[in-house]
Structures are given as C-alpha cells and as structure tokens.
Nanobody, 120 residues
Framework: QVQLVESGGGLVQAGGSLRLTCAAS????????INWYRQTPGKQRELVAT???????TYAESVKGRFTISRDNAKKTGYLQMNRLKPEDTAVYYC??????????????WGQGTQVTVSS
C-alpha cells in the first residue's frame, strides 16, 4: 500500500531549525509535485511550499527566506528545511505528493502530519 510517512517534527526554541521528512513507501515509481501544508486550530490548512517536477519551488510569503523545500528522487523522499523558526510557525505540518506507480498515472497522497512547536 502506498504511504507517505512524515517525521522530523518536535519542539524547538525560536530561532532554531528543524527538517521535516516525507518518505514515500510502496510501489511508487516516482514523485511529481510535492507540497507542504500546515494547520493550526481555528485556521484552514495553509500551503507552505510547493516543489514541482521541473524543480520550480514556491513559498508562502510568511516563510520565504527561511524555509527550503527539496527532494531526493532516488530515495523517493521530500524535505522541508525550516530555519529561523518563529512561534507563529507552530502547526501540524502535512506533506502532500503527487506520485505515480507503474501505471504512470499520478495520484495524490497525504502524510499523517507531524507537530512542530516553536517556543518563544
């Protein structure tokens, strides 16, 4: 069964860094677009970063210059490097990826979410 497994969340002091990992498992041949979202209580899910298959990356204004989205195609894994973290970055972070199997049909999958808490 195809899964996206997230890891790397935790508690960090303001100004610190974390790297989130989103690893695909199952019969996945490749990954197209990778997205990172975050959600806090009372707010709708926010798109944080996107990395398309051609290498184009986009970021929410609130994280530009601090977060970097990347991927390792050989490992079928996506990453979100988060630097100079702020308390307002506190949220549950979700990865979302369009992936394809031997059918070459791309399908969207979601990770289980990982909690990031930034203390002041």
């Amino acid at each position: 069964q195809v899964q996206l497994v997230e890891s790397g969340g935790g508690l960090v002091q303001a100004g610190g860094s974390l790297r989130l990992t989103c690893a695909a498992s199952g019969s996945i041949l490749g990954i197209n677009t990778i997205n990172w979202y975050r959600q806090t209580p009372g707010k709708q899910r926010e798109l944080v970063a996107t990395l398309t298959s051609d290498g184009s990356a986009t970021y929410a204004e609130s994280v530009k210059g601090r977060f970097t989205i990347s991927r390792d195609n050989a490992k079928k894994t996506g990453y979100l490097q988060m630097n100079r973290l702020k308390p307002e970055d506190t949220a549950v972070y979700y990865c979302n990826a369009e992936m394809y199997s031997m059918s070459l049909i791309s399908q969207s999958y979601w990770g289980q979410g990982t909690q990031v808490t930034v203390s002041s």
